[in-house]
């Protein structure tokens, strides 16, 4: 017989809070802990009675922090002035059309890792949440995707770069 949910949040919900601040930081955490106890109350009377609440709980707040940095990618961010002229830097086909072709010839785990380090600011542990991997694996298919790109880009640059 399953435990009353009351419980289970009694129970679990510093584990939770600990996975939510680990990927998000202490700003977010308390969202993506409301978040992942309001996801599991509706889901909870269908889980089954043999199931590992705690790594249910821990995988559903993972979704959730993976949500929350999907959707703070899509906020605008506040500047003290706007430019004078819009700019091309960073939007894929204008003037770089040669490099983005480039980007996108990578294996996709790299192509994700560049995607997702070099142009959303991400570190190698949220890479590494977003693509199911492991830190070391982020970095390193990250780290592959940089040494592709000097060897295929024609106007990349290897003067202080590390090896």
């Given at each position: 017989?399953?435990?009353?949910?009351?419980?289970?949040?009694?129970?679990?919900?510093?584990?939770?809070?600990?996975?939510?601040?680990?990927?998000?930081?202490?700003?977010?955490?308390?969202?993506?802990?409301?978040?992942?106890?309001?996801?599991?109350?509706?889901?909870?009377?269908?889980?089954?009675?043999?199931?590992?609440?705690?790594?249910?709980?821990?995988?559903?707040?993972?979704?959730?922090?993976?949500?929350?940095?999907?959707?703070?990618?899509?906020?605008?961010?506040?500047?003290?002035?706007?430019?004078?002229?819009?700019?091309?830097?960073?939007?894929?086909?204008?003037?770089?059309?040669?490099?983005?072709?480039?980007?996108?010839?990578?294996?996709?785990?790299?192509r994700?890792?560049?995607?997702?380090?070099?142009?959303?600011?991400?570190?190698?542990?949220?890479?590494?949440?977003?693509?199911?991997?492991?830190?070391?694996?982020?970095?390193?298919?990250?780290?592959?995707?940089?040494?592709?790109?000097?060897?295929?880009?024609?106007g990349a640059?290897?003067?202080?770069?590390?090896?």
């Amino acid at each position: 017989m399953k435990q009353p949910f009351e419980s289970v949040v009694t129970l679990h919900s510093a584990t939770v809070l600990r996975v939510c601040r680990s990927l998000l930081g202490v700003h977010d955490a308390d969202d993506a802990w409301s978040e992942t106890f309001l996801a599991a109350m509706r889901a909870y009377p269908d889980l089954p009675d043999t199931a590992n609440v705690e790594a249910w709980l821990v995988t559903i707040a993972r979704r959730k922090a993976i949500d929350l940095h999907r959707a703070a990618k899509r906020n605008p961010l506040p500047v003290e002035e706007l430019p004078e002229a819009p700019t091309a830097l960073g939007i894929p086909g204008m003037d770089d059309t040669d490099l983005w072709r480039t980007v996108g010839q990578l294996p996709r785990k790299q192509r994700q890792a560049i995607t997702f380090r070099y142009l959303a600011g991400m570190s190698h542990a949220e890479i590494a949440a977003v693509l199911g991997g492991t830190v070391d694996a982020a970095r390193r298919a990250s780290a592959d995707g940089l040494k592709n790109l000097r060897k295929s880009y024609p106007g990349a640059s290897t003067k202080g770069a590390r090896s």
